[in-house]
């Protein structure tokens, strides 16, 4: 079955060629789906004809709503969605002073193994196409009502695991005939594939770059994030300077909070010097519980955050929304998984 949602225009300007329909047809089909259509009968503008073609050819799946969490306390609503195939991912809608944002998921499931995260418990069961990250996007839109300006790809998966399908997700999302996202409202973060952020640099797109750092030393990184074992600290912030240098975006490094961990003012000293010269910014991330996990949210999250700036470096402590609705990635999900069947694990095939 065709996938139109995942085609560019001009891949469906060629898709309706074949079919020896007229050009203008890819336009028309485009704004619809990414307007929200949910059938191609809905299409008014295209011939009875061709919309039962359509409908014989291609798939055209919408994720089901399985579970929406409304925060009573600041209007944060996360999805749990259901795709064809059974498979489960969430989105986050955050409402921020400068837009409404939505926090996508890329994968179901992840294989970075980051010992704090959710996502990752089951490992990854299959990446998502470029319309099944597109989709949390206008349904959410349409479900909420909220505008979305701004998008953050923070969800489940990593997204440079998934690197083709994301890309072609970000050209679709900000199409003129589409949703039309800026680059720059995008942010995109990884917990560090330097091939990719090499890869990504190379094209030189105005989105910013997150990087979950989580700890300066390779001791303690590698320690958190299986990924670190391989390549160290230093070839990523290698990489890191060289992604600044290519796009003249300034990277926001992620660097969650954990007891004991990685919070020590050696560590914060540490880090300093790591991104001393860099144009950087640190998010300091109060870690959130997972319920498998022995680690905890760290204590010294304020004095963390001043010893970096005493060395002048910026750091921000991200404000947690929806915290009375577990809003934090992978754990919706994870809870639904643990509850019953309506979220397969591995032995889902696509
Ligand atoms: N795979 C990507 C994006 C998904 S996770 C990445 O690693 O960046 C989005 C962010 O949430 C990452 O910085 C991740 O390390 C962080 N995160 C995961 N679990 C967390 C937890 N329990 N508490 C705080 N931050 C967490």
Redesign the pocket.
């Known amino acids: 079955m065709v996938d139109l949602k995942s085609m560019t225009q001009e891949e469906m300007t060629s898709f309706f060629k074949e079919l020896g329909q007229p050009g203008f047809r890819a336009k028309q089909v485009f704004q619809w789906l990414h307007r929200g259509a949910q059938s191609f009968s809905e299409m008014s503008n295209l011939p009875k004809a061709l919309q039962q073609q359509l409908a014989q050819m291609c798939r055209l799946t919408v994720p089901e709503v399985v579970r929406r969490q409304e925060s009573a306390l600041d209007g944060t609503i996360k999805y749990l969605w259901r795709l064809w195939d059974g498979n489960c991912i969430e989105s986050v809608l955050m409402r921020y002073h400068h837009g409404n944002t939505l926090c996508v998921s890329c994968q179901a499931g ?1 294989n ?1 193994g ?1 010992v ?4 990752t418990l089951g490992g990854k069961v299959r990446n998502l196409e470029p319309s099944e990250i597109l989709d949390q996007v206008i349904f959410a839109q349409k479900d909420s009502g909220a505008h979305i300006s701004n998008i953050v ?3 489940i ?3 440079l695991d998934n690197f083709e399908n994301v890309l072609r997700f970000l050209e679709l999302v900000n199409h003129p005939d589409g949703l039309n996202i800026g680059m720059r409202h995008i942010s995109l ?3 560090g594939l330097i091939n990719k952020i090499d890869k990504l640099a190379d094209l030189e797109l105005q989105l910013t770059l ?1 990087v ?1 750092l ?1 700890a300066p030393d390779d001791e303690t990184r590698s320690r958190l994030m299986p990924v670190n074992r391989a390549v160290g600290v230093d070839r990523l912030m290698r990489s890191c300077r060289r992604y600044f240098e290519r796009t003249g975006r300034r990277i926001s490094y ?1 660097y ?1 909070m954990i007891d004991g961990v990685n919070d020590s003012d050696r560590q914060a000293d540490l880090l300093a010097d790591l991104l001393n010269g860099q144009s950087a910014h640190v998010n300091l ?1 109060p ?2 519980d ?1 319920e498998e996990s022995p680690l905890k949210p760290s204590r010294r999250v304020r004095q963390f955050q001043q010893r970096l700036e005493g060395h002048g470096v910026t750091a921000t402590v991200r404000r947690k929304l929806g915290s009375d609705i577990d809003a ?2 992978g754990q919706l999900r994870r809870k639904q998984m643990k509850e019953g069947m309506l979220c397969p694990g591995k032995d889902t095939t696509p």
């Open positions: 992840c970075m980051c704090f995260c959710a996502s790809m923070m969800g998966g990593e997204p973060s990884t917990c997150s979950s989580h992620e969650a991330i870690l959130n997972v934090s990635c």
